[in-house]
């Protein structure tokens, strides 16, 4: 049975940083891309950014230069480095592993107050 559980949300101000963490189990973790995605208040879940097999990444471009998406397959995790942090990142961020099916975290909240 595949969990992928995220941590590392909380409140934080404007211009600040956090780093989340997914931790995958039950799964062949090197093999997949995973992703960050974030769903705000009353709006839809949204793509932050994608690290493929090998390495390769994706950003929103909203994050782009701001966030870092990585991934270390020893420990089967993969994180997302967020800095200069906005009120309008504030969401829901939830981690995917993009397998068929697709598997999702339940989520870890963020607060950017300003």
């Known amino acids: 049975q595949v969990q992928l559980v995220e941590s590392g949300g909380g409140l934080v101000q404007t211009g600040g940083s956090l780093r989340l963490s997914c931790v995958a189990s039950?799964?062949?973790?090197?093999?997949?891309?995973m992703g960050w995605y974030r769903q705000a208040e009353g709006q839809e879940r949204e793509m932050v950014a994608v690290?493929?097999?090998?390495?390769?990444?994706t950003y929103a471009d909203s994050v782009k230069g701001r966030f870092s998406i990585s991934r270390d397959n020893a420990k089967n995790t993969a994180y997302l480095q967020m800095n200069s942090l906005k009120p309008e990142d504030t969401a829901v961020y939830f981690c995917?592993?993009?397998?068929?099916?697709?598997?999702w975290g339940q989520g870890t909240q963020v607060t950017v107050s300003s």
């Open positions: 995917k592993q993009m397998s068929f099916p697709p598997r």
């Open positions: 690290i493929t097999s090998d390495g390769s990444t």
């Open positions: 039950g799964t062949i973790f090197r093999v997949n891309a």
